[in-house]
């Protein structure tokens, strides 16, 4: 039986456009776009889609309209909401990530930094340009992009600050930790020594009383 969310997904279907390629919006797939930005931009405009316009990819909208819920996470073992675990990155991500030797990070942040409303991205779109602006140089790449990144709301640096801050508070949660455990090992070390003062004590206290035995035995 269809519901209503369903019979909305399909007819937003009607609104897609055909010979677009959808990626994923992780680092990987975009460290690559910007790799290659000189030969793509020869044939296509790139675009980034938002969580609210997913309905524009034709796989996306087929999965939600044709596959019940309950089948996708039972039948098949599939988080319905899976863009929200492989379809977005964060600032720390992206520091964590190895270095590539056909384009550096600063020059992917550079790209990054101009996204507004980074959070909320989850695919990124390539449309191929009309057929008479083929193979001419930076008539695509992306669009979209703020040209200012001072101006970008909710982006990759407002992100990057917060990110930062969560390492800072970890940081202050371990040293805390590491105050205890010096205390703790002070306690405990300090117990070895009194044994050892303990021990001493008993063994001349022993060797006390044979001397005075053997001082009484003729």
């Not at 992306?142 to 990759?156: I, M, S």
Request: aromatic residues 6%; negative net charge; charged residues 30%.
């Amino acid at each position: 039986k269809e519901t209503k969310e369903t019979k909305e997904t399909k007819t937003k279907t009607t609104d897609l456009t055909t010979g677009v390629i959808y990626l994923p919006f992780c680092y990987h797939c975009f460290r690559e776009i910007v790799a290659s930005l000189d030969i793509l931009a020869q044939c296509y405009s790139i675009g980034l889609l938002n969580k609210e316009n997913l309905h524009q990819h034709g796989l996306w909208s087929g999965t939600n309209a044709m596959i019940p819920p309950t089948v996708m996470q039972e039948t098949f073992g599939k988080q319905i909401d899976q863009e929200e675990k492989y379809c977005t990155f964060t600032a720390r991500d992206v520091s964590e990530s190895m270095d590539d030797s056909t384009v550096t990070k600063r020059d992917v942040v550079q790209y990054l930094r101009r996204i507004n409303d980074f959070p909320q991205v989850r695919m990124i779109q390539l449309k191929p340009l009309p057929r008479q602006d083929r193979g001419r140089a930076r008539r695509g790449g992306f669009v979209g992009l703020v040209a200012d990144h001072d101006c970008v709301q909710n982006g990759y640096d407002q992100q990057q600050l917060s990110t930062v801050n969560r390492v800072t508070d970890d940081s202050s949660d371990d040293e805390e930790e590491d105050d205890d455990d010096e205390d703790e090992s002070v306690v405990v070390t300090a117990i070895p020594k009194v044994r050892r003062k303990y021990t001493k004590r008993k063994r001349a206290a022993v060797d006390g009383i044979a001397n005075n035995n053997n001082n009484n035995n003729p």
